[in-house]
């Protein structure tokens, strides 16, 4: 979906509320937790995205604000919210299928895995393959859809990441001088495809507020907001670099002498942004070191208490992301308590769920060993989903007579190729399928083609 146009109020939950406004946030330790949280999201299936753009749909947006430890950066306009299906799609840890987010077998083990290295992997793959161009959500620039308009979006990127490894690591880098930093490194990423091009972008009115006129589209208009964009939207949300921010509204003043531009208050909700500091997460990621140690330690023990009734009790304020692995595996019946039965835990299995994740989630959430009556539920539900075996795809033969199903089913070549069902029909497998017609047509059969689906 489209994004409404900014409407941003006030900033969030942060770190730090200085009185003249500015936010200080540092987001490692957020990112380190949100990254679980949404792939705890997709694995319930409550995530949506356009089949055709991949964007996600409002429900989808609040769905993921509301589990973001700390909010999003603003409370009214979704940066963080809007950023995290998009990252997951293009990290390969979720895909579409009929409408909804799942989780591939990357996203399902990364679920268990150090939410760190997924964080690493998930940057590497947008610099790659990101699934939009971020320069789309600056709205206020107009005629991005013309005809080769914009410059090609993987390249501009690359410039952007080379940026951000290029920061002292710990030391906050002011916006502006970020800028000047990349101007005068060559850093660019060039926004218009071409000189003429720039006459296709504008504010306002394609002739009047084209950009195309000479002192109407400076550096830090068009590709310093795309470098915002970028490292607002995605490597702060990923928890890469820490953020000073404020209300964009009056942030900066540099298209104010544009046609058009007097009813803005800002060009993009990313011109709040004030200053970056390269974190150690952010290091890990860009490859400026070889080990990251985990600021996340998961769930601290003593967290949850579990019953021998199967109930599991909150005692202190769990991240969203616990909260949404429990609700996996057992029924919430209160504010603080989950109960856990055969039919909540074979759900979870059926949707792809490994009940071992639960085991290991509750040993480390409880001081105590976990009761008998839940470790024999958890195991028997186990044991009851490894009694039946998915072997594929196979196609199923109806024989004339069982006398020809029988010679089929016993023949030294065919045999092997498939499985009898019953007097009169044969199973074979969708890979032994080549070898099947070979065989059958070796002992003088034949499936018309007619017949073939």
């Not at 489209?2 to 406004?21: L, N």
């Not at 998961?298 to 202190?316: F, H, K, Y």
């Not at 069982?402 to 009898?420: H, M, N, S």
């Amino acid at each position: 979906m489209g994004r409404r146009g900014p409407t941003v109020q006030s900033a969030g939950m942060t770190e730090d509320h200085h009185e003249d406004g500015f936010v200080v946030r540092a987001t490692e330790g957020e990112a380190l937790a949100n990254v679980r949280a949404v792939l705890q999201l997709c694995a319930t299936g409550k995530l949506r995205c356009s089949a055709k753009t991949r964007l996600p749909g409002a429900a989808t947006v609040a769905a993921v604000s509301q589990a973001l430890v700390g909010g999003d950066f603003y409370p009214a306009e979704p940066i963080s919210a809007f950023a995290w299906p998009l990252l997951v799609q293009a990290g390969g840890l979720a895909e579409l299928a009929g409408g909804r987010l799942q989780l591939t077998a990357r996203g399902r083990a990364a679920l268990t895995g150090q939410p760190a290295s997924t964080i690493a992997g998930l940057w590497t793959r947008w610099v790659s393959n990101g699934v939009i161009d971020e320069f789309s959500q600056v709205e206020a620039i107009k005629g991005q859809r013309s005809v080769n308009a914009l410059s090609a979006v993987k390249p501009r990127r690359q410039v952007v990441a080379r940026a951000l490894a290029a920061c002292p690591p710990g030391e906050w880098v002011k916006v502006d001088d970020l800028f000047a930093k990349m101007r005068r490194t060559g850093l660019n990423p060039r926004i218009a495809r071409s000189e003429r091009a720039l006459w296709r972008l504008y504010i306002s009115d394609p002739q009047y507020g084209s950009l195309g006129y000479d002192g109407f589209h400076d550096w830090s208009l068009l590709e310093g907001r795309y470098t915002l964009a970028v490292i607002f939207e995605y490597a702060a949300t990923l928890g890469l670099i820490d953020v000073e921010y404020t209300n964009p509204a009056g942030a900066r003043d540099d298209y104010r002498d544009n046609w058009g531009a007097d009813d803005l208050d800002f060009i993009s909700r990313y011109d709040g942004l004030l200053a970056v500091r390269l974190n150690a997460l952010g290091g890990y990621a860009l490859g400026l070191t070889d080990r990251y140690e985990p600021a996340d330690r998961g769930v601290a023990p003593g967290s949850l208490t579990v019953l021998p009734n199967r109930d599991i009790v909150a005692t202190s304020d769990l991240a969203p992301a616990d909260r949404l692995l429990l609700s996996a595996y057992a029924r919430q019946t209160s504010e603080r308590v989950w109960t856990l039965d055969a039919g909540t835990l074979l759900a979870a299995i059926d949707s792809g769920r490994r009940p071992e994740e639960l085991t290991r989630f509750l040993s480390a959430a409880s001081r105590r060993e976990l009761p008998a009556a839940v470790t024999a539920v958890i195991a028997d539900t186990a044991a009851r989903a490894r009694q039946l075996t998915d072997r594929g795809v196979c196609c199923i033969l109806e024989c004339a007579d069982p006398a020809l199903a029988t010679l089929i089913a016993r023949d030294r070549v065919a045999g092997p190729t498939c499985t009898q069902l019953g007097d009169r029909h044969l199973a074979v497998r969708a890979e032994a399928e080549p070898d099947f017609r070979k065989a059958l047509r070796r002992l003088g059969y034949v499936l018309p083609a007619e017949q073939q689906a």
